[in-house]
């Protein structure tokens, strides 16, 4: 699928059930499983025989982990068990090694199971660390399927961001604004577009989380999360104004989220600036069942609008490639016709 430029390898994608159990046969003894407290309060049982022990996540800051690595218990392999944090430390600690890694993703919420750095944090900010290619990556559907419903549904948001990225390429590309090392390239842009496709095709079955919707979601993030790299490590064809909406709030507002949920209203936004399917984008991510209004994520809509007051000077001091919050004019009245089309969708939030 989508692959037909691409050199790079996706990593190798196990669909099936029962999966956790066949890790102590297969994994290098003994193995290390890399998962947060309240999935190995409720999994760990799985992980019978040589075991060099649970690592239980409790922090993602990269010089920390680096501290942290000599006292973590020597292993033959890693095993990651979690959404998003478990992960990616699982990656940092067998790239560290140079172990063998194996990776079982517990929800559909990112697509970091599939990619090959770590998302660390050095003083706050998110850098992608190490390099690690895990033996495989096992989605076990009743593993999946246990995870709280809106953590799967808004794994969407890490392929609807296709759409406001290419916006923003496309913006970059007319206004001579492309990074050198990354000018505006249409055969990445119809690779990812091809993906979005099966996203928005399957969007019900995601909805569900039936089998389907798992494959059809965990499959298009096993593409999202290689091609940063197969494409020569540029994200301009992935990633746009919705995640440095997301990155902006993050900072602004200093919560924690759900990541799908300010993604989701990040490609609504971009999407309305670009004057480009903002409605058929909104329509999708209402019916797959991500709510992205301001109260449903622990915020509130003057916070939206105090984060896009000073988004332009965010982006430009974070250093993000040109979109169309470099130039367009994000005025209050801009944040009463977001407010007007969401709720217009959702209805008003009740608590
Ligand atoms: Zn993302």
């Not at 699982?90 to 140079?98: D, E, L, N, V, Y």
């Not at 079982?104 to 690690?132: C, D, E, Q």
């Not at 569900?208 to 298009?220: F, N, P, Q, W, Y």
């Not at 602004?252 to 949920?261: E, I, V, W």
């Amino acid at each position: 699928m989508a692959d037909i430029l691409a050199t790079g390898h996706e990593f190798t994608t196990i669909y099936g059930r029962g999966l956790l159990a066949e890790i102590p046969a297969i994994a290098h003894r003994p193995y290390l499983v890399v998962t947060m407290p309240d999935l190995w309060a409720k999994l760990g049982k799985a992980f019978t025989g040589d075991l060099a022990g649970p690592y239980l996540v409790h922090t993602i800051d990269g010089d920390a982990l680096a501290a942290e690595l000599a006292t973590i218990p020597a292993c033959g392999s890693v095993v990651g068990l979690g959404g998003g944090q478990a992960v990616d430390v699982a990656k940092f600690i067998a790239g560290s090694r140079r172990l063998p890694l194996f990776q079982i993703p517990t929800s559909m919420s990112v697509n970091a199971a599939f990619g090959h750095r770590a998302g660390l944090r050095y003083g706050g900010h998110v850098r992608y660390v190490g390099y690690a290619v895990p033996e495989a990556v096992y989605v076990d559907f009743d593993v999946i399927a246990a995870a709280p419903p809106q953590f799967n549904r808004s794994g969407v948001c890490e392929v609807l961001c296709y759409h406001t990225a290419h916006a923003d390429w496309r913006l970059a590309r007319d206004r001579g604004r492309t990074p050198a090392k990354w000018p505006y390239d249409q055969r990445l842009v119809d690779a990812a577009k091809s993906v979005l496709a099966t996203v928005l095709d399957g969007i019900e079955e995601i909805r569900d989380v039936s089998e389907a919707g798992i494959r059809t979601l965990m499959t298009a993030n096993r593409w999202g999360g290689a091609t940063f790299h197969n494409a020569g490590w540029n994200p301009c064809h992935i990633e746009g104004t919705e995640h440095f909406v997301f990155y902006a709030l993050e900072r602004f507002t200093g919560r924690k989220f759900l990541h799908g949920q300010p993604v989701c209203l990040g490609v609504v936004i971009g999407s309305m600036l670009h004057a480009d399917q903002a409605d058929e984008m909104l329509a999708a991510i209402h019916r797959v069942g991500v709510d992205i209004r301001p109260e449903a994520m622990g915020i509130s809509w003057d916070d939206v609008a105090a984060t896009l007051s000073g988004i332009r000077s965010f982006v430009r001091e974070a250093g993000l490639w040109y979109s169309i919050l470099d130039e367009a004019e994000l005025t209050p009245a801009f944040v009463v016709e977001l407010r007007r089309r969401i709720e217009g969708v959702y209805g008003p939030w009740r608590g």
